[in-house]
């Protein structure tokens, strides 16, 4: 179809600051220490930007990252600091995304005045979310050349032990997460999940689940999708 995890902890989203066009700072609290949403944090970064120094003692880190949204070319690019830092007893992490420069940010305002921080920090929030739903032990490795109708060749890439995916298929980056004998798939374009798929190993050379747009709701089956291995 044509341009159709270290573990983390299951969060809830207890606070959002909804910012204005002049801000630069917007937070979340999540529900998971420290060094587990860190982590999160990073592999975001990793694979929506790049990374151009970071502190783990400190936990913050300071990135170009993608956008998610939008039609912009080099606009899409947005610098900034990310830091988490703990609540008072430690249980929770409260994560800080912060603008390096705002008087250039304007161009990145949304139609509803949702600025580019708080574009990039609800996208953090939904990986997040959705990787700790899929939390299990990998059972199966699914890594080399797969085939699906109406998406062509898909590479996914599975390092030997690891529940982390990453891949291309037709146009698309690929990312996700092997949880016992299930596969479950985003598929993203310059930063944003355009399609999520939820598979499940049928023998050594099969995968067949669904896809859906956006990220894939429990109430919904979806489409059908199959993977056979090359």
């Not at 944003?192 to 990220?215: H, I, W």
Request: charge should be neutral; glycine fraction near 10%.
């Amino acid at each position: 179809m044509k341009m159709p995890y270290k573990a983390v902890v299951a969060g809830m989203f207890f606070a959002v600051a909804v910012p204005l066009i002049a801000k630069s700072k917007v937070s979340n609290v999540f529900d998971a220490p420290p060094a587990s949403v860190y982590d999160a944090v990073y592999r975001y970064a990793q694979r929506h930007g790049k990374i151009k120094w970071a502190d783990e003692k400190r936990f913050t880190l300071y990135a170009e990252v993608f956008v998610p949204g939008g039609n912009w070319d080099w606009e899409k690019h947005f610098d900034c600091t990310i830091s988490v830092e703990a609540t008072e007893d430690g249980r929770k992490a409260i994560v800080d995304v912060v603008g390096t420069f705002p008087a250039n940010q304007l161009s990145l305002v949304g139609r509803f005045r949702e600025g580019p921080a708080a574009k990039v920090l609800k996208a953090i929030r939904e990986e997040f979310d959705w990787e700790a739903a899929q939390l299990t032990k990998a059972a199966i490795n699914v890594n080399g050349g797969w085939y699906a109708k109406d998406w062509g060749k898909v590479v996914l890439n599975q390092a030997p032990g690891s529940s982390d995916l990453t891949g291309k298929g037709d146009g698309w980056d690929i990312t996700g997460v092997v949880s016992g004998k299930q596969v479950f798939l985003h598929f993203s374009n310059d930063g944003s999940v355009v399609y999520s798929a939820e598979l499940t190993a049928e023998g050594e050379n099969s995968l067949n689940g669904s896809y859906s747009k956006g990220f894939m709701s429990d109430r919904g089956k979806g489409r059908p999708m199959h993977l056979t291995k090359q």
